[in-house]
């Protein structure tokens, strides 16, 4: 049974939602439900997938256990999934000899790089991770230096049969950032996305996001739920998204369904709730 917060998810008909869900507010339920009414309702064409991603390999399979049923509709991975599959059809177009699959390539870490360049082009790379991990929104700038990035990097790919882990998104994005008919195609065959765990998506996987966002794109997450602030992941991410974007609706589900029977913790869920939004309004 549905609450009227999940409810409203469902029954939205903004085509771009955000959804606020905590841990143990049902937010897998929700999910599930959302896309089998798109199912049903043919919103998704036969020919055509649910682009379901997350950051982490871990959610996207919790995904796959929760999306079981007509799994010929979704497509579900990881940002990396995602781009290595973009860039193993379409990888040569930008140079990046990748072929089918990465097994002939070893993917590293930046720190594993600084025998193979010059001390300038290092440095480089260290820049770019530490504008990334900053968590930062600063799009514009990313952006400007993807291309030389990516340049170091071939270099390495040609030399070493070595990439970095990060390279995989910014060869993924100038690769679809400039070449419209490709960025078309996977825009119309993936003519609605799902995006788990949203709270821990860094810059480039918000950049991934926008371009790739098609008819419907709904944005699940919880603030609160971070783990990867480290790696860059935007602070209030949701926030940003509404105040860039006014097509999306906001929806917080409400009802804690896992301790929908224990008081003591329901007080501590909100307790911990209000110490972080009001830590937040301090800032």
């Known amino acids: ?98 072929g089918q699959d990465f097994s002939n390539l070893r993917c590293v870490n930046t720190s594993k790089l600084k025998n193979y360049l010059s001390s300038k082009e290092y440095q480089y790379l260290l820049d770019f991770d530490k504008d990334i991990n900053s968590g930062a929104l600063i799009e514009r700038k990313i952006r400007k230096k993807i291309n030389s990035y990516n340049n170091i990097i071939r270099k390495i790919i040609n030399l070493e049969k070595t990439i970095s882990y990060t390279s995989i998104l910014t060869f993924a994005i100038e690769l679809l950032s400039n070449n419209k008919n490709i960025l078309d195609f996977y825009r119309k065959y993936f003519p609605a996305m799902c995006v788990d765990e949203f709270q821990d998506t860094n810059i480039l996987g918000f950049i991934l996001v926008k371009l790739l966002s098609n008819e419907r794109v709904v944005l699940f997450g919880d603030e609160l739920q971070k783990i990867y602030g480290f790696l860059g ?13 006014n097509n999306y609706e906001y929806i917080r589900l409400k009802y804690n369904h896992r301790f929908s029977d224990n008081e003591l913790m329901l007080g501590l869920d909100r307790s911990i709730r209000k110490f972080q939004e009001t830590s937040q309004l301090d800032k």
């Open 1 to 98: 049974m549905l609450d009227d917060s999940q409810k409203r998810v469902i029954e939205s008909d903004k085509e771009r939602l955000i959804v606020e869900a905590p841990a143990g507010f049902g937010k897998t339920t929700t999910m599930v439900s959302l896309v089998n009414r798109w199912l049903e309702n043919n919103v998704i064409e036969n020919n055509k997938k649910i682009l379901c991603v997350t950051y982490t390999i871990s959610a996207a399979n919790r995904m796959k256990e929760a999306l079981t049923n007509n799994s010929d509709s979704f497509f579900i991975t990881n940002f990396h999934g995602l781009c290595r599959r973009i860039l193993s059809l379409y990888g040569n177009i930008i140079r990046v000899p990748i």
């Open 233 to 245: 992941a935007i602070p209030n991410i949701f926030d940003r998204i509404l105040d860039e974007n």
